[in-house]
């Protein structure tokens, strides 16, 4: 019999029809819930519910999962139970969408959008976690060493022993889920800790326009910037995510920028950032998350800050499948492909017996090639182009996938 599996999370998003209280006084019923649908629990995947409608209705969504099993593996739920103060997570999400926050001179006309302020956990975040792909155990390297650092910071460690900067540095090629990644990840964690922060934000930082319209004044703007961190980060309940995207375009290697035409101002704007970083770490609830395409011309001093480094590669033949499947599986859905309940194999399992179509999806999965996420994403569409017919049969789904394939690849190399 296969082992139960340990440390598992339930995150809960709740029906907002319903009081978080209501949760509660039912915890011994999700449980058996939980163990009735579990022959299709997947590490965190949303489990599929099927029960009594005035339990299930209470549910929007309902994850489980645990760090220390990849993404989709089968969850053996036997010895499963929920402690609320531990490992239950209740939420709903906030629908107003992003608040711009102005940088510069109030009282000047020119004045502009330094950052976008999010409340997480957020409608336009939401499952973008659980859709990133990746075939190396990415997204549990990441959440733990976050959470460890969170924990840590939370002891008081003596930051003069162990140095903990809560910065996240990830790098790596256009499209490769860098900054989905980042949103994902606050998401939740803004649901993890919902219980020690009672509100999570998250100031995404336009630090790309922003330099280049006030470049002469970009070390003076990188204080203001953290002067509205500080702010956020003052009510100790908030957890304070900050999106730094395209970080070369603040910290760019100040050697290489004394080459430049605006040396001084470039360098202002690295030392500028420097300092800050150090500033801010004073606040435990604050943790940053910088990503970048150029790692080689990113300051050392800023890469050496950073608590985790991490490359982001392209996708190999397995991510690519797992991408493609999902593609498919959501035309289905939407019924723009009919559905002759076909089943497309996991990834984990593909390299067993494998049915026809998932055979002719794998080798796509091969000539995608050097495709990024990003680029498959935007495959479907392609397909849908291409074809006049209302709904696509499996068989030529395959074959124009296979033909949308080849023509982004040409696109590329053009
Ligand atoms: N690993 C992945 N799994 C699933 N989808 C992915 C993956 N990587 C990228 N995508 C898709 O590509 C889109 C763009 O990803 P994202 O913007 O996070 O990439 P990025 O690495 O930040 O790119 P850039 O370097 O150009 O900013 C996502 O919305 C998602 O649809
Ligand atoms: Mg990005």
Not at 69 to 82: C, R
Not at 169 to 196: E, F, V, W, Y
Not at 270 to 281: E, G, H, M, P, S
Request: contains cysteine; glycine residues 4%; aromatic residues 6%.
């Amino acid at each position: 019999m296969a082992e139960a599996t340990k440390n598992l999370h339930v995150e809960v998003k709740l029906n907002p029809k319903f009081p978080k209280s209501s949760i509660q006084s039912k915890i011994g019923e999700i449980e058996e819930l939980i163990k009735s649908n579990s022959t299709n629990a997947r590490n965190w995947k949303p489990l599929p519910l099927t029960g009594e409608a005035e339990l299930t209705e209470l549910f929007e969504k309902l994850v489980i999962g645990t760090c220390e099993l990849k993404d989709g593996e089968q969850l053996v739920l036997d010895d499963f139970s929920i402690d609320p103060s531990t490992n239950l997570h209740v939420y709903k999400l906030h629908k107003d969408g992003p608040l711009s926050q102005n940088i510069g001179d109030d009282a000047d006309d020119e004045s502009i959008i330094g950052s976008q302020l999010w409340q997480l956990p957020c409608v336009e975040f939401d499952s973008i976690w659980e859709n990133l792909i990746y075939d190396s155990n990415l997204k549990n390297e990441v959440m733990s060493y976050v959470t460890a650092l969170v924990r840590l910071s939370e002891k008081h460690v003596n930051t003069k022993i162990i140095n903990v900067n809560r910065l996240i540095l990830l790098t790596g090629p256009p499209g490769t889920g860098k900054t989905s990644l980042c949103k994902g990840l606050a998401q939740h964690l803004s649901i993890r800790m919902n219980d020690r922060y009672s509100r999570s934000v998250m100031m995404e930082i336009n630090s790309h326009s922003l330099f280049s319209k006030w470049f002469s004044e970009s070390g003076k703007l990188v204080q203001k910037m953290f002067d509205q961190i500080d702010e956020l980060a003052e009510e100790s309940k908030c957890m304070v995510f900050v999106l730094i995207d395209e970080v070369e375009s603040l910290g760019m290697c100040r050697e290489s920028s004394s080459s430049r035409s605006e040396p001084s101002d470039a360098i202002r704007a690295v030392n500028a950032l420097l300092t800050q970083i150090d500033r801010i770490r004073r606040r435990e609830n604050v943790l940053i998350l910088c990503t970048s395409n150029l790692e080689s011309t990113l300051d050392r001093a800023l890469v050496d800050r950073a608590d985790i480094v991490r490359n982001v590669g392209q996708p190999s033949d397995f991510a690519r499948y797992a991408m493609l499947k999902a593609c498919v599986v959501e035309l289905i859905r939407i019924g723009v492909v009919e559905d002759e309940e076909v089943h497309l194999q996991d990834i984990l399992d593909v390299e067993s017996a494998r049915n026809d179509y998932t055979d002719q999806l794998l080798s796509i999965a091969q000539e995608a090639r050097g495709l990024s996420g990003r680029a498959i994403s935007m495959l479907p569409t392609l397909v849908y182009s291409k074809s006049y017919a209302k709904t696509i049969s499996m068989e030529n789904c395959m074959t124009l996938f296979r033909e949308a394939v080849q023509e982004r690849l040409s696109r590329n190399s053009a």
